[in-house]
């Protein structure tokens, strides 16, 4: 059974249409959503060709859902405040002919204005009547609301976890850093014996026993200054877990080599790991989390100026594999722009999905998009899948 398709029917203040081909440039659809946020809210149809600003024909998109996960994750880890709850929602939607995606528009007044982040800027956008235009700085300033408090801890943890990023990059030499902080924070007994667990069988976080991970350790953890430990950062891997939640993960970048180049990252190294720790971490949090909390989520490869990475993966043999790896030369160290915001519902149930965003930037940072992701993530299942 097909929905009620808008055919025919003309853009509006709280309508637009977009061809499929817009999915190839996620931030034509970004702007369209955060001016209908910024207006009251609308819906934005993808998958329907316009003509006149009227829609004019249905075209299926192939691989519907596939590409629902894409543009929704894009959305989230493109528009500020990042949304939350129902304020953006991405679905499917059955026509004659195939699907489509629509995606409704449900902004709060008390997190006013919305932003599109793009090229190291944010730009403030909104809807009137069937267009869309740059918001005045007077429309900015009188839409701008009294941070809630939901808002002000999670600047609170970005700045705390950046804060630790930077102390990272002046003591911790050459590794890969991955940082989790909760919002709001939690309390965690760092003796429990179950917590202890997880840093010690893989199966317990789905991780494999023979793979790159932070599940595996062969000595016990142990409680220093009220913080979990296990290794530490002069160690090739070291976990430190807090009483509030706030959990990092590091690895020397020479856990990542390449056994063919000791310059070159060996791209299921550079999955596993990071995978792996959100997989623990999902665990944690699972039973200390409600539905409205967040977690903001960092990813730095220190000191990797002048290393390479292949496209693909070379344990699928030669498919998807490129033998002419990119290197990094941009800078000394692999930032992101800005820490990542997820949902507590998504790093319990998709960790691994999760990842991929993480690493789409380590990716975008080489040179590459998703299509040099190895075969071994599967974007249907958002699953990352090694033999053992």
Not at 331 to 351: G, H, T
Request: glycine share 6%; aromatic share 8%; proline share 6%.
């Amino acid at each position: 059974m097909t929905e009620n398709i808008p055919l025919g029917e003309r853009e509006s203040l709280h309508r637009e249409f977009k061809s499929r081909e817009a999915l190839k440039r996620p931030e034509l659809i970004a702007r369209e959503v955060v001016a209908m946020l910024n207006a009251k809210g609308g819906v934005v149809w993808v998958g329907l060709r316009d003509e006149g600003d009227r829609a004019v024909e249905v075209e299926p998109i192939s691989g519907a859902e596939r590409e629902r996960r894409r543009l929704r994750d894009y959305l989230l880890d493109t528009i500020e405040p990042s949304p939350a709850g129902d304020e953006v929602e991405v679905d499917v939607v059955a026509a004659d002919r195939g699907e489509i995606l629509r995606i409704e528009t449900h902004p709060k007044p008390d997190r006013l204005p919305y932003a599109h982040l793009k090229e190291s800027g944010r730009w403030f956008v909104v809807r009137i009547s069937d267009r869309t235009r740059p918001m005045t700085r007077e429309e900015i300033f009188h839409s701008q609301h009294v941070p809630r408090e939901t808002d002000t801890a999670r600047d609170a943890a970005i700045l705390e976890v950046l804060k630790e990023r930077k102390r990272i990059q002046e003591t911790a030499g050459e590794r890969l850093w991955l940082a989790l902080k909760p919002v709001p924070a939690i309390e965690l007994d760092l003796q429990d014996r179950r917590l202890k667990a997880l840093l010690l069988d893989p199966a317990l976080t789905d991780n494999r026993r023979s793979g790159w991970n932070f599940s595996t350790f062969g000595e016990e953890p142990r409680v220093r200054q009220g913080r979990l430990v296990t290794g530490c950062e002069d160690d090739a891997r070291a976990v430190e877990i807090r009483r509030d939640g706030f959990i990092s993960f590091s690895v020397l970048l020479k856990g990542l080599w390449w056994k063919g180049d000791a310059s070159e990252i060996w791209p299921p190294a550079l999955w596993e790991y990071p995978l792996s720790a959100l997989r623990l971490a999902g665990k944690i949090y699972s039973d200390h989390l409600g539905a409205d909390a967040s977690i903001v989520a960092d990813l730095s490869v220190i000191g990797v100026k002048g290393w390479k990475l292949r496209a693909g993966s070379p344990r699928s043999g030669t498919i998807n594999f490129n033998p002419r790896p990119k290197e990094f030369v941009e800078a000394d160290d692999l930032l992101l722009e800005k820490p990542l915001v997820f949902s507590s519902k998504d790093i319990v149930q998709e960790p691994d999905r999760c990842g991929a965003r993480l690493l789409e930037r380590v990716y975008e940072a080489f040179g590459y998009g998703r299509e040099a992701f190895p075969p071994e993530f599967d974007e249907e299942t958002g699953r990352l899948t090694f033999p053992e």
